[in-house]
């Protein structure tokens, strides 16, 4: 069992910057696709980053070129700039079982999930 928990939200004015973190235990997460969703209230939830079993990184427009996905160890990470009211949300980490290669925009079907972190941005 892959175990994720995630770390690093809170209240930050419109403008500011937070580094999320997300620590797998249990498997390996060398090999696996693995991405940040986020969920807003009464929205559904999306993905926002996404990294391949091969290193290679997505993001979603909305978030592209404020927010910086990386991968270290058993962590991923998301480092989120300029942030703005509509980025509140509920932050979640995810990962696949193994066997897919992640890309925003396309289907992902995650096997584990963390618990999630919440983020508010004020203006």
């Known amino acids: 069992q892959l175990h994720l928990v995630e770390s690093g939200g809170a209240s930050v004015q419109a403008g500011g910057s937070l580094r999320l973190s997300c620590e797998a235990s249990?498997?390996?997460?060398?090999?696996?696709?693995m991405a940040w969703f986020r969920q807003a209230p009464g929205n559904e939830r999306e993905a926002v980053a996404a990294?391949?079993?091969?290193?290679a990184t997505s993001y979603a427009d909305s978030v592209k070129g404020r927010f910086t996905l990386s991968k270290a160890n058993q962590n991923l990470y998301l480092q989120m700039n300029d942030l703005k009211p509509e980025d509140t949300a509920m932050y979640y980490c995810?990962?696949?079982?193994?066997?897919?290669?992640?890309?925003?925009?396309?289907?992902?079907?995650?096997?584990?999930w963390g618990q999630g972190t919440q983020v508010t941005v004020f203006s």
């Open positions: 249990g498997y390996s997460i060398a090999g696996r696709s």
């Open positions: 995810a990962a696949d079982r193994g066997l897919y290669r992640w890309k925003i925009g396309a289907t992902m079907t995650p096997e584990f």
């Open positions: 990294i391949d079993y091969f290193g």
